[in-house]
């Protein structure tokens, strides 16, 4: 079945550094959703990709969906404190949605 | 407005015992997506209901259940609990408007089996 398979598990950054995390399924997805959880906290969204190549961007966040719509990526440009959490990504291939495992960042002020 | 709310926050059950979780989507949303968060799993998707019909479901067992009313309120169901459904239910809501899609979570519910 369809498996996706986020990175790096861990980042940490100093604040003002940039972060990107990576998502990678084993199949083509018909889309894909990016998500952010702080600590104690629920999932909140960030965005849904669905064209092949997209790019999207929220403020110091820039969201891409690859050519053969196998993976993504989210880059966010000079952290902050605020940014900090776990990001995940869940691909949706013929309605079997499968999300990464995450990628939890901190950032040192 | 109102945000998704689901009750109970927390709930302890036994093994064997079933257990009803319940979810008020946001005003004007019809779709209602449930997932389960476990340390060992991660995230994973249980199923979603649009208009009271299920659309989509994901790779658990047939103990997990769950139905939507007219109302747009979700419940979802487990029975026979094992110690393995100890984790967080999340329950979400999304609306499509043209080429946008939009998705929010609630607090989720705790569920703890003994």
């Known amino acids: 079945g369809q498996q996706v398979m986020q990175i790096p598990q861990y980042q940490h950054v100093q604040e003002g550094e940039d972060f990107t995390t990576y998502c990678n399924s084993s199949?083509?997805?018909?889309?894909i959703q990016w998500y952010k959880q702080r600590p104690g906290g629920h999932p909140v969204f960030l965005i849904q990709?669905?064209?092949?190549?997209e790019v999207k961007k929220q403020k110091r966040l820039t969201f891409q969906f690859g050519e053969a719509k196998k993976n993504s990526s989210l880059h966010i440009t000079a952290t902050q404190t605020t940014d900090v959490g776990t990001y995940f990504c869940?691909?949706?291939?013929?309605?079997?949605?499968?999300f990464g495992a995450g990628t939890r960042l901190t950032v040192k002020p | 407005k109102a945000g998704v709310t689901q009750t109970p926050r927390y709930l302890i059950k036994t093994r064997g015992q079933q257990v009803t979780l319940s979810c008020s989507p946001i005003s004007g949303h019809r779709s209602v997506s449930w997932y389960q968060q476990t340390p060992g799993q991660g995230l994973q998707f249980l199923f979603e209901y649009f208009s009271e019909t299920q659309r989509n479901k994901g790779n658990f067992p047939g103990r997990f259940s769950g139905r939507q009313f007219s109302n747009s309120r979700s419940e979802m169901n487990v029975s026979t609990l094992e110690l393995g459904d100890s984790a967080l239910y999340l329950c979400?809501?999304?609306?499509?408007?043209?080429?946008?899609?939009?998705?929010?979570f609630g607090p989720g519910t705790r569920l703890t089996v003994t």
């Open positions: 199949t083509t997805l018909s889309n």
């Open positions: 990709l669905v064209k092949s190549g």
């Open positions: 869940a691909g949706n291939n013929n309605n079997d949605m499968r």
């Open positions: 979400a809501s999304s609306l499509v408007r043209g080429d946008s899609y939009e998705q929010y």
